[in-house]
DNA sequence: ATGGCATCTTGTCAACGGAAAGATAGGCTG
DNA sequence: CAGCCTATCTTTCCGTTGACAAGATGCCAT
């Protein structure tokens, strides 16, 4: 796979993202460190500035990679709205470390134009699994919005929780899918 | 206040603590620096390593009082669940920055024994809350520990995404108690 | 008063982020 | 094919940070 040996990487870009995703699934995102990252792809420690500016231009980047995969994976769910809430958990367990950054926006560049717009296809992702929602399964049927932000919250805290340890030991620690359609089922009983 | 001229500081270490929440809730938590926090203090660059050790001492400290402070804040706020979760949301709005450390694990020494003692405290109020729930407000009435997680999330959740700013503009940025109530009737819808 | 001890300072080191300037490779134009 | 152009990567350098070590200061109990 890496036999590019030369004085170009071939896709140092990739690699550092990947590289990425490993320091932080581990240690956290505080722990990260360009140089490290330059180090385990075998370039010289200035060599991702010229892909990502800065640290927070690579943040930036996950950040966008994230809210892609996250639009996708909700997309893919399917038309339930308590399928859709797991696999929101389960995009958070499985893409941990996209997932931390993407919700820290003072590790990264907020306003960057790429960033914007996958933030935006996730929200839109986000809502119109909400608009689907059957008259029965709304606890308000005059305020989606709010259900929408209401479905939004307990998925996220669930997530959250889950993933800075914060739950009492045995909670979901095997499954959180399973514990998080629990909990989402609490806030649309029916079905 | 500060007529402490001497060699002696006086109240370093609350001095300290105070600089730290500032600072976090004007750059978050990463640009944190403990030579910043000396040099608002007045001394040198080594004197925080004292009364904390090192950087994570410090948060650590930080994370141990936002778990008193968010206790009392559960306790103060009455019987009613739905109160006690606005509550929550409002302790993690008026102290996000002690809010953002104490669910930011890898920060801070998540084992200390002042931190594991202070979070049970936090914890215990989180739960007594739910425990005191009347049957009709239950949407389960066999699970309280299930109750309990659902709500813990949803509140965390909203608290969480009103705090990075993921929320669509207008959303409760004016009120965030408010919306926070009308959210998590969501899930308790009596009363 | 005096010895002990908590507190604070000064000095130092390795690692980091970031900028500047040069080296290399591969592709494009003529 | 020759020359240049540009993206990519390296080398060098600077200021900052976290952490440690050793010394200075002042409070306090005996």
């Known amino acids: 796979m890496t036999e590019t040996r030369g004085y170009h990487h ?16 581990e240690s956290g995102p505080a722990a990260l460190s360009l140089r490290d990252l330059a180090r385990r792809a075998g ?15 690579l943040l930036t980047a996950l950040a966008t990679e994230g809210f892609d995969l996250l639009a996708e994976a909700l997309d893919g769910a399917g038309g ?4 859709r809430g797991v696999a929101y958990v389960d995009f958070a367990v499985r893409h941990r470390a996209h997932f931390e950054v993407m919700f820290r926006p003072d ?13 935006q296809r996730a929200s839109d992702a986000l809502h119109s699994g909400v608009a689907a929602l059957p008259e029965g399964h709304r606890p308000k049927a ?23 340890g914060a739950l009492p030991s045995q909670v979901g620690d095997d499954d959180p ?14 079905r």
């Open 43 to 57: 370039v010289s420690h200035a060599a991702p500035a010229h892909h990502f500016g800065d640290k927070s231009g």
């Open 177 to 190: 899918r399973a514990t998080a359609r629990a909990v989402a089922r609490r806030l649309f009983p029916r």
């Open 10 to 25: 071939g896709d140092l870009r990739r690699a550092l993202l990947t590289a990425a995703v490993r320091v932080i699934e």
């Open 107 to 119: 590790l990264y560049r907020p306003d960057a134009e790429n960033l914007v717009a996958a933030r």
């Open 80 to 83: 339930d709205l308590l399928d």
């Open 142 to 164: 005059q305020d989606p919005q709010g259900d929408a932000l209401a479905a939004w919250s307990i998925v996220h805290g669930f997530a959250t929780l889950w993933l800075s």
